[in-house]
Nanobody, 115 residues
């Protein structure tokens, strides 16, 4: 079955860094567009960054210049380096794999940024 497992979340002070990882299994990873989303308490889930199967990346304006998404098709993994973290980055971060109308989500990893 398909599994997406996120890791790397935690508690960090403002200005700090974290690196999130998402390990995928059960899919032909290189065929999928991958993305990171986040959901803060009381808010809707929002797009953070995507890395398409053809190598294109896209970022939410709020994280441009601070976050970097990458993927390793040999390891079936997608990563997100998060620098200069702000308290407003506090959320549960989810990994998503999408191929046309089929999508899969991980369980999420909590990121908490203290001021």
């Amino acid at each position: 079955q398909v599994q997406l497992v996120e890791s790397g979340g935690g508690l960090v002070q403002a200005g700090g860094s974290l690196r999130l990882s998402c390990a995928a299994s059960g899919i032909i990873f290189s065929s999928y567009n991958m993305g990171w989303y986040r959901q803060a308490p009381g808010k809707q889930r929002e797009l953070v960054a995507t890395f398409t199967r053809d190598g294109s990346t896209n970022y939410a304006d709020s994280v441009k210049g601070r976050f970097t998404i990458s993927r390793d098709n040999a390891k079936n993994a997608v990563y997100m380096q998060m620098n200069s973290l702000k308290p407003e980055d506090t959320a549960i971060y989810y990994c998503k794999a999408q191929l046309t109308t089929t999508s899969y989500w991980g369980q999420g990893t909590q990121v908490t940024v203290s001021s």
